[in-house]
């Protein structure tokens, strides 16, 4: 599994991005998807995710202001990020996974087995 992020850039607070993940490498639809951010010093979180059935989940310190999506015809996914805050700078990689629930990804990003190579995301004051 092949996994390309793009998308990510320098914005101002309350600015807004979407990132995009192409995913190839695969047959079937068996993957949660996800996003997951790292800045300096700091450890995984795991922001958005989404299941094969379509559910999401998003990790609290960005409910209602990013919105997670897929469109399968393209094997892409999405992440609309809105109201962008200083804390949100990072790192993000797109994810995906076969193996647990969203909601287990959610706590533990780390189990992800596939990943992209990131793209960096910088929100200013």
């Known amino acids: 599994v092949q996994l390309v992020e793009s998308g990510g850039g320098s914005v101002q607070s309350g600015g807004s991005l979407r990132l995009s993940c192409v995913a190839s490498g695969y047959t079937g639809s068996n993957f949660r998807m996800g996003w997951v951010r790292q800045a300096p010093g700091k450890e995984r979180e795991a922001v958005a995710l989404i299941d094969t059935a379509g559910s999401t989940t998003y990790a609290d310190s960005v409910k209602g202001r990013f919105t997670i999506s897929q469109d399968n015809t393209k094997n892409t996914l999405y992440l609309q990020m809105n109201s962008l805050k200083p804390e949100d700078t990072a790192m993000y990689y797109c994810?995906?996974?076969?193996?647990?629930?969203?909601?287990?990804?959610?706590?533990?990003?780390?189990?992800?087995?596939?990943w992209g190579q990131g793209t960096q995301v910088t929100v200013s004051s």
């Open positions: 994810a995906a996974g076969a193996r647990y629930s969203i909601a287990a990804y959610l706590t533990y990003p780390s189990a992800f087995a596939h």
